[in-house]
């Protein structure tokens, strides 16, 4: 293992250096190998786990390309890490959520286009007047991917689009248990909308605390009960 983590870090000190550039092919595996000094094998293990996580893009038959190196990209990985969290930290992750989206919804209240804000308003309409918990909770994550797209900071768009996954079970099971959710959603996501429309950047943030801080606290005393 000490020998592949070697063989990572040159090739990675190849893309910071900017020897590699995103969309770069690799050398051939033999030529690159007497360059690093590295056995063929050693090369290998590190290419495949330069791949696992999306710094490499190993095609069959034409060669292995540094990829775009996008944050989403890179950060796709994480959401598969996160997603075998355990129940007990679901809170951690909400408390995450309360610091980060809260901060990109102000910055899409200064950034996002009318059309994209008209976009927000349809997502809420697009909603059944009784919805069922899986079409509330579908119509909850669209409508904070698109505030956090709406941003302009893919990498903040990352980090939050990768909490998603944890605490989905956590807001199905809300709607399932807690009387009203399903109109408190609705009412907080409004808000939300309206303060966004109006640009007013620290109404929105505010709101948004509120509504995912009132998904932390029903869950924590929920968790408490149990």
């Known amino acids: 293992m000490a020998v592949t983590?070697?063989?990572i870090d040159k090739i990675k000190q190849m893309?910071?250096?900017g020897e590699l550039?995103?969309?770069?092919r690799l050398p051939k595996e033999a030529d690159l190998a007497v360059r690093l000094g590295l056995s063929r094998n050693s090369l290998r293990e590190a290419v495949r786990a330069?791949?696992?996580?999306?710094v490499l893009d190993v095609r069959q038959g034409d060669g292995t390309y540094v990829t775009s190196l996008e944050p989403g990209l890179l950060l796709d990985t994480m959401s598969f890490v996160l997603d075998l969290h355990?129940?007990?930290?679901?809170?951690?992750?909400?408390e995450v959520r309360r610091i980060l989206e809260p901060a990109a919804t102000a910055m899409a209240t200064k950034l996002m286009s009318d059309a994209d804000i008209d976009q927000l308003r349809v997502i809420l309409e697009s909603l059944p007047a009784e919805p069922t918990v899986e079409e509330l909770v579908a119509n909850d994550l669209e409508f904070h991917h698109r505030i956090a797209q709406g941003s302009g900071n893919t990498v903040l768009c990352s980090f939050i689009e990768s909490l998603a996954g944890p605490t989905t079970r956590a807001r199905i099971w809300r709607g399932l248990t807690q009387e009203g959710a399903m109109e408190k959603t609705r009412e907080q996501h409004t808000a939300i909308y309206e303060a966004i429309a109006a640009r007013q950047s620290d109404v929105a943030r505010?709101?948004?605390t509120v509504h995912v801080a009132g998904?932390?606290?029903?869950?924590r005393r929920a968790l408490e009960l149990d």
Do not use: K, Y
Request: hydrophobic share 55%; charged share 20%.
């Open 86 to 94: 355990r129940d007990d930290t679901v809170l951690q992750f909400f």
């Open 5 to 7: 983590d070697a063989a």
């Open 50 to 54: 330069l791949s696992l996580i999306n």
């Open 21 to 24: 550039a995103p969309g770069d």
């Open 206 to 208: 505010s709101w948004a």
């Open 215 to 219: 998904v932390e606290s029903w869950l």
């Open 15 to 17: 893309i910071l250096s």
